[in-house]
């Protein structure tokens, strides 16, 4: 497992953007698939956006396809999320979680995030 610790977090009003970053401690950061995870009051954690160990393959929600863009730093150990065109139905808790994978792979289900950070809440106003 690795640490995480989310930052970036705070509010924002709608059409504004806001830069998440995750980072993580550890030697073996470059081996783990990074996802983004998202938990709105009262509602259930969601699926964002996850990127494979080397960053070249990605995957997105439908809800933030075109919005958002996941990117890593294997030399920093850091994962970002750039989220533009923000809107209400964004605010939520952000969490940043590892995956250890032996591929390049994006294919995941939650169960496979083995270390989560605490969270960072995002604000929208409309």
């Known amino acids: 497992q690795v640490q995480l610790v989310e930052s970036g977090g705070g509010l924002v009003q709608a059409g504004g953007s806001l830069r998440l970053s995750c980072a993580a401690s550890?030697?073996?950061?470059?081996?783990?698939?990074m996802g983004w995870f998202r938990q709105a009051p009262g509602k259930e954690r969601e699926f964002v956006v996850v990127?494979?160990?080397?960053?070249?393959?990605?995957a997105y929600a439908d809800s933030v396809k075109g919005r958002f863009t996941i990117s890593r730093d294997n030399a920093k150990n850091t994962v970002y999320l750039q989220m533009n065109s923000l809107k209400p139905e964004d605010t939520a808790v952000y969490y940043c979680?590892?995956?250890?994978?032996?591929?390049?792979?994006?294919?995941?289900?939650?169960?496979?995030?083995?270390?989560w950070g605490q969270g960072t809440l995002v604000t929208v106003s409309s």
């Open positions: 550890g030697r073996t950061f470059g081996t783990y698939a």
């Open positions: 990127i494979s160990a080397s960053g070249g393959r990605t």
């Open positions: 979680a590892a995956a250890p994978t032996s591929f390049d792979t994006v294919i995941l289900t939650t169960e496979n995030f083995d270390s």
